[in-house]
Every structure is written in structure tokens, then in C-alpha cells.
């Protein structure tokens, strides 16, 4: 599985982006794709996840209310929509697949998007 990320940027504090992650190579294996962020020296975090089989989510604490996860399972692609951005949503965004390969899952990532929001 390969994953691409596009749409980061600079955003004023109260703007919005949205970013997305196309999915290429055994896409049938995904069972849930998300958004994780990581500033340097931090651990990365959660944003928001969505299982591309029910659709059901789950976000991050510090997103809910104003980041909206959704998925394009025809084109491989799924979108973080970023409202009401802050300075602290400044981070490097990664893209993740979560796949079951027959005897276990593995984790894809992407490469990462830069997203830095001014005050």
C-alpha cells in the first residue's frame, strides 16, 4: 500500500484546509485509514480515524468539533476537512493505512504534509 498526501499549507488561526491522502497498490487490504500529527521531538498523535468498511470515526480530543474525516472508497481517497484551525494545529500530518495482510495488520504510511497556522 502506498499513500500520498496533499493539501497542507499556511492558514491563518480561525481558517480552513483540507487535506488529502490518495491510497494505491493492495487498497482491498485496508480496513481503516487516519490522520496522525507530529511535531518535532512529540510523539505522534491520533486526528481521526474512519473504517472505510462502516464508516464509523474517531477523532482526536483536541479536533472534535471542528476537523471531519470522510473517505472516497471508489477513488482510493480520503479527506481531512480542517475548520476553525489553531497554532497549536501546526504539525507534520501523516496519512495511515491500517491493513490486514492474512495473518496479521500492518500500519502504511504517507509521507507527511506540513500544515502551520499563523495567529
Known amino acids: 500500500v502506498q499513500l500520498v498526501e496533499s493539501g497542507g499549507g499556511l492558514v491563518q488561526a480561525g481558517g480552513s484546509l483540507r487535506l488529502s491522502c490518495l491510497a494505491s497498490g493492495d487498497t482491498f487490504s485496508i480496513n481503516a485509514v487516519g490522520w496522525y500529527r507530529q511535531a518535532s521531538g512529540k510523539l505522534r498523535e491520533l486526528v481521526a480515524q474512519i473504517n472505510v468498511l462502516d464508516g464509523s470515526t474517531n477523532y482526536g480530543d483536541s479536533v472534535k468539533g471542528r476537523f471531519t474525516i470522510s473517505r472516497d472508497n471508489a477513488k482510493n481517497t480520503m479527506y481531512l476537512q480542517m475548520n476553525n484551525l489553531k497554532p497549536e494545529d501546526t504539525d507534520v500530518y501523516y496519512c495511515?493505512?491500517?491493513?490486514?495482510?492474512?495473518?496479521?495488520?500492518?500500519?502504511?504510511w504517507g509521507q507527511g504534509t506540513q500544515v502551520t497556522v499563523s495567529s
Open positions: 495511515n493505512a491500517l491493513s490486514w495482510d492474512g495473518t496479521g495488520y500492518r500500519n502504511y
